[in-house]
């Protein structure tokens, strides 16, 4: 034997019908606060200000970091200690 019993309730009637309980207004003080926050952040969003964030220095830093890599890039091909290193194999 086979019951079906259908039940037409909205999501508010079923969660008190379940008993549990109402999240609305924490959600709604959630999202109130994190709009709050996206809104302070926004300056960050700024081209000019994000540059100046990620270099602080300017274009001093910019170079100072393509000495880094053109030293990393020395040494790693052995050209960066005053010695030479001669990787052709002799004939």
């Known amino acids: 034997m086979k019951v079906t019993i259908d039940v037409d309730l909205s999501p508010e009637e079923a969660r008190r019908l379940m ?18 926050q ?6 960050y969003m700024d081209p000019e200000t994000l540059v100046k964030t990620i ?3 300017g274009a001093q830093g910019l170079e100072q970091f393509q000495n880094l890599l ?18 052709r194999k002799p004939e």
């Open 70 to 87: 053109w030293s990393m890039a020395k040494t790693a091909t052995g050209t960066g200690n005053g010695k030479k290193t001669n990787t």
């Open 19 to 36: 008993g549990l309980p109402d999240l609305e207004p924490m959600q709604q003080r959630l999202l109130a606060q994190l709009e709050k």
């Open 55 to 57: 270099m602080p220095v």
């Open 38 to 43: 996206m809104a302070q952040n926004m300056s």
